[in-house]
């Protein structure tokens, strides 16, 4: 049943999404292999070196559903609830089908380092024995820990919980950099004796301990270790069918009862949508998980550097917390769904509505921000930051304010009804090219605050930031209330179908061919990013550009600039840091203009085909 359902679902956009992370997953698979089969000084680095990849390997069949939405559920256990099945049977069936696809043969691959690694005959067949009971608690462990979310996510300490883990996962591996130092001095003296037995001791290193127990001929701790493989799949899999009968035979509302409050402080129609919302973000469990998640990223991002010794980040926390709740808030529209009529009804209602929707997104955002930016500098006491604190905390929230809003009514993300919504949240899929797309643009509204106070006297960027966020709320939330204004009933009509409506001119067919001629449709992502009349290599500029600016933008400009004003200086892999002096700030400002080029440019081509699309089905 899975594989027919692949095969006549993989097309399109679908397609080439499994195609480019099967291909990534090989790529890392392989280099796995390849670290396994290379010499290193010290003789058990390369069995530590492979533990700890296989380790990071399964965190991340653990924790990948969270950040990603839901894991594998081509097959839902739904799906067969009329089924004369018993849950245990029915685990089963789930189980072996999870096992069909591109992520488990990937992970065999990853696995294949245990053979690698394997000296002699007997090692080797301990080798594969250990790599078919690891890959089975690996998709099972996974399965498990997504029911589990699932219905951990049911309540909002629940949905907190989540939103920690998925958060300090992701944080670890964009700052994880800062312990570069701490790596180069493993490869040299190999891993400290505490973390070589961690890796062992986790079940993502029994198998690798089996291996070694052969390779010495201590065949009581091999059939230990694959037992325990074996027993811990097992729990796993009982432990997936209690979730899955609880799944199918409860259903437990998402949040908790509202209760009736009064707001003396709203005055109008404007305040009492802003009011409506910081109830939401309260009450509403993806609410509150996204906003859980960009404080607990912002706070893992910027206090791991301190395991290095460095400070250098605790100023930004504040200001890398607006950054990510406007990244993961513009979807306000399409989390309300078919709420959306009551606006169309009421005259003057959109208005009102743009503009209180981004007073409660400032009211939720700016006191976090706030708080963390002034209690991380007085405890950092780099005081040196505040000129640029100053400018960019006041255009980064206004520019959020204004994008949120803007993107929300051009690129909705259609989700369920609330009222209708399970309280798992990692059913709600997320929109990771909506995130990336705001977190460019919210970063780039700040760009005229950072150069005035690259370039001008200490007191022009505070006020260049104040009046450029003020500008980009104002204005880009009019643009929005306008875009709204006039494409509010299709969007009300792709909320309750969960399709794009299509409007075509009709056409008169020959008559020897009853009924219009067949017109192939263009893939709905693509159309979605407006590149389907965009020729293939625009298409793949587009994207790439899109997805790569904020390696020369972010990563390669406006980091080092910010260690250069400080004068908080770590090179690691700042191409302009380990350049004389004279040469690093116009490498930066280079690798800025190259950041800007290529957002610019990809966002132009991308919305004039973007506008030719829409007008070929006007």
């Given at each position: 049943?899975k594989l027919?359902v692949?095969?006549n679902s993989?097309?399109g956009?679908?397609?080439?999404q499994m195609?480019f992370?099967?291909?990534?997953?090989?790529?890392?698979?392989g280099?796995?292999?390849?670290l396994?089969?290379?010499d290193?000084?010290?003789?058990?680095?390369?069995?530590d070196?492979?533990?700890a990849?296989l380790?990071?390997?399964?965190?991340?069949?653990?924790?990948?559903?969270?950040?990603f939405?839901?894991?594998?559920?081509?097959l839902?256990?739904?799906?067969f609830?009329?089924?004369?099945?018993?849950?245990?049977a029915?685990?089963v069936?789930?189980?072996a089908?999870?096992?069909?696809g591109v992520?488990?043969a990937?992970?065999?691959?990853?696995?294949a380092?245990?053979?690698v690694?394997a000296?002699?005959?007997?090692?080797?067949?301990?080798?594969?024995?250990?790599a078919?009971?690891?890959?089975v608690?690996?998709?099972?462990?996974?399965?498990?820990v997504?029911?589990?979310?699932?219905?951990?996510?049911?309540?909002?300490?629940?949905?907190?919980l989540?939103?920690l883990v998925?958060?300090?996962?992701?944080?670890?591996?964009?700052s994880?950099?800062?312990?570069?130092?701490?790596a180069?001095t493993?490869?040299?003296?190999?891993?400290?004796?505490?973390?070589?037995?961690?890796?062992?001791?986790?079940p993502?290193?029994w198998?690798?301990?089996a291996?070694?127990?052969?390779?010495?001929?201590?065949?009581?701790l091999?059939?230990?270790?694959?037992?325990g493989?074996?027993?811990l799949?097992?729990?796993?899999?009982?432990?997936?069918?209690?979730?899955?009968q609880?799944?199918l035979?409860?259903?437990?509302?998402?949040g908790?009862?509202?209760?009736?409050?009064?707001d003396?402080?709203?005055?109008?129609?404007?305040?009492?949508?802003?009011?409506?919302?910081l109830?939401?973000?309260a009450r509403d469990?993806?609410?509150?998980h996204f906003?859980?998640f960009?404080?607990?990223?912002?706070l893992?991002f910027?206090?791991?550097p301190?395991?290095?010794?460095?400070?250098v980040?605790?100023?930004?926390?504040?200001?890398?917390?607006?950054?990510w709740?406007a990244?993961?808030?513009?979807?306000?529209?399409?989390?309300?769904?078919?709420e959306?009529?009551g606006?169309?009804?009421?005259?003057?209602?959109i208005?009102?509505?743009?503009?209180?929707?981004?007073l409660?997104?400032?009211?939720?955002?700016?006191?976090?921000?706030?708080?963390?930016?002034?209690?991380?500098?007085v405890a950092s006491g780099?005081?040196e930051?505040?000129?640029?604190?100053?400018?960019?905390?006041?255009?980064?929230l206004?520019?959020?304010?204004?994008t949120?809003?803007l993107?929300s009514?051009?690129?909705?993300?259609?989700l369920?009804?609330p009222h209708?919504?399970?309280?798992?949240?990692?059913?709600?899929?997320?929109?990771?090219?909506q995130?990336?797309?705001?977190?460019?643009?919210?970063?780039?509204?700040?760009?005229?605050?950072f150069?005035?106070?690259?370039q001008?006297?200490i007191?022009?960027g505070p006020?260049?930031?104040v009046?450029?966020?003020?500008?980009?709320?104002?204005?880009?939330?009019?643009i929005?209330a306008a875009r709204?204004?006039?494409?509010?009933?299709?969007?009300?009509?792709?909320?309750?179908s969960?399709?794009?409506?299509?409007?075509?001119?009709?056409t008169?067919a020959?008559?020897?061919?009853?009924?219009?001629?067949?017109?192939?449709?263009p893939?709905?992502?693509?159309?979605?990013?407006g590149l389907?009349?965009?020729p293939?290599?625009?298409r793949?500029?587009?994207?790439?550009?899109?997805t790569?600016?904020?390696?020369?933008?972010?990563a390669?400009g406006a980091v080092?600039?910010?260690?250069?004003?400080?004068?908080?200086?770590n090179?690691?892999?700042?191409v302009a840091l380990?350049?004389?002096?004279?040469?690093?700030?116009p490498?930066?400002?280079?690798?800025i203009?190259?950041?800007?080029?290529?957002?610019?440019?990809?966002?132009?081509?991308g919305?004039h085909y973007?506008a030719?699309?829409?007008r070929?089905?006007?």
């Amino acid at each position: 049943m899975k594989l027919a359902v692949l095969r006549n679902s993989l097309s399109g956009q679908r397609a080439a999404q499994m195609i480019f992370g099967g291909v990534v997953g090989l790529a890392l698979a392989g280099a796995v292999v390849l670290l396994a089969g290379r010499d290193y000084p010290v003789a058990s680095l390369r069995l530590d070196l492979l533990g700890a990849a296989l380790a990071l390997w399964t965190a991340g069949w653990l924790v990948g559903p969270a950040l990603f939405g839901g894991g594998d559920e081509t097959l839902r256990p739904e799906h067969f609830s009329l089924q004369a099945m018993s849950p245990r049977a029915l685990t089963v069936g789930l189980a072996a089908a999870s096992f069909i696809g591109v992520a488990p043969a990937v992970t065999m691959v990853a696995l294949a380092g245990l053979v690698v690694v394997a000296t002699g005959l007997g090692a080797t067949v301990v080798a594969v024995v250990a790599a078919i009971l690891q890959l089975v608690l690996t998709v099972i462990a996974s399965r498990l820990v997504t029911a589990a979310l699932g219905q951990v996510m049911r309540s909002r300490t629940g949905a907190a919980l989540a939103a920690l883990v998925s958060a300090t996962v992701l944080a670890a591996l964009h700052s994880g950099w800062v312990l570069s130092p701490l790596a180069g001095t493993a490869l040299d003296t190999g891993f400290p004796s505490v973390a070589a037995t961690w890796v062992r001791a986790l079940p993502s290193g029994w198998g690798l301990t089996a291996v070694e127990a052969a390779a010495h001929g201590d065949w009581p701790l091999v059939a230990t270790a694959l037992a325990g493989l074996a027993a811990l799949g097992a729990a796993c899999l009982y432990g997936w069918a209690v979730l899955i009968q609880r799944r199918l035979t409860t259903r437990r509302a998402s949040g908790r009862p509202a209760r009736a409050t009064a707001d003396r402080w709203v005055r109008g129609p404007v305040t009492a949508v802003a009011a409506r919302e910081l109830r939401t973000y309260a009450r509403d469990l993806q609410r509150f998980h996204f906003l859980c998640f960009a404080l607990a990223y912002a706070l893992v991002f910027c206090l791991l550097p301190l395991a290095a010794g460095s400070t250098v980040f605790l100023p930004w926390t504040g200001l890398l917390f607006a950054v990510w709740i406007a990244a993961i808030s513009a979807n306000l529209y399409g989390d309300d769904g078919t709420e959306l009529w009551g606006k169309i009804m009421i005259p003057g209602a959109i208005r009102h509505d743009v503009r209180g929707r981004q007073l409660g997104w400032f009211l939720v955002a700016a006191p976090p921000t706030v708080v963390l930016t002034v209690g991380l500098v007085v405890a950092s006491g780099h005081h040196e930051a505040w000129p640029w604190l100053a400018a960019l905390i006041p255009a980064v929230l206004g520019g959020g304010a204004g994008t949120t809003a803007l993107v929300s009514v051009l690129r909705p993300v259609p989700l369920g009804d609330p009222h209708r919504r399970g309280g798992n949240l990692l059913d709600n899929g997320t929109d990771f090219a909506q995130v990336l797309l705001m977190l460019i643009l919210t970063a780039a509204s700040a760009a005229p605050a950072f150069l005035a106070v690259l370039q001008g006297p200490i007191w022009a960027g505070p006020v260049v930031g104040v009046a450029g966020g003020a500008t980009m709320a104002w204005l880009l939330g009019r643009i929005a209330a306008a875009r709204l204004q006039s494409t509010a009933p299709d969007l009300l009509l792709r909320f309750r179908s969960g399709t794009q409506p299509a409007r075509r001119r009709p056409t008169i067919a020959p008559a020897k061919h009853p009924g219009p001629p067949y017109r192939p449709q263009p893939d709905p992502g693509l159309r979605r990013l407006g590149l389907d009349l965009a020729p293939a290599g625009r298409r793949a500029y587009v994207i790439a550009s899109l997805t790569l600016c904020w390696v020369p933008l972010v990563a390669q400009g406006a980091v080092p600039a910010i260690m250069l004003a400080t004068g908080e200086i770590n090179r690691s892999w700042f191409v302009a840091l380990h350049l004389p002096d004279s040469l690093q700030w116009p490498t930066v400002i280079v690798m800025i203009i190259i950041g800007l080029v290529l957002l610019a440019t990809g966002l132009g081509i991308g919305l004039h085909y973007l506008a030719r699309s829409r007008r070929s089905v006007a």
